[in-house]
């Protein structure tokens, strides 16, 4: 399975962006699809995973202002991130798991700064 993400970018605090996830390869056996995030000087953790039957999770500081969404049609995993703060930069980093294995996308930076 290969990853390919789009979006990112720097944004104004309270500003919105979307991050798309293209998965290719292998794409039958995908389980669950998602976003990781790293801050600076920070361990990389979970922002938001959504599974082939669309059930959905985030992290707790994300939630109410990022949904993550499927297009079946396309295979496509999209996270829109809306009312960004600061404390939102990183890179951010698309995600793939299958039955054995996790995969990972190329990172993304996510800058929020006015």
């Known amino acids: 399975v290969q990853l390919q993400a789009f979006g990112g970018g720097l944004v104004q605090p309270g500003g919105s962006l979307r991050l798309s996830c293209a998965p290719s390869?292998?794409?039958?056996?995908?389980?669950?699809m998602g976003w990781y995030r790293q801050a600076p000087g920070k361990q990389r953790e979970l922002v938001a995973r959504?599974?082939?039957?669309?059930?959905?999770v985030y992290e707790d500081s994300v939630k109410g202002r990022f949904t993550i969404s499927r297009d079946n049609a396309k295979d496509t995993v999209h996270l829109q991130t809306d009312s960004l703060e600061p404390e939102d930069t990183a890179v951010y980093y698309c995600w793939a798991r299958t039955r054995n294995y996790a995969y990972w996308g190329q990172g993304t930076e996510v800058t929020v700064s006015s």
């Open positions: 959504i599974s082939t039957h669309g059930n959905a």
């Open positions: 390869g292998n794409i039958l056996s995908i389980i669950y």
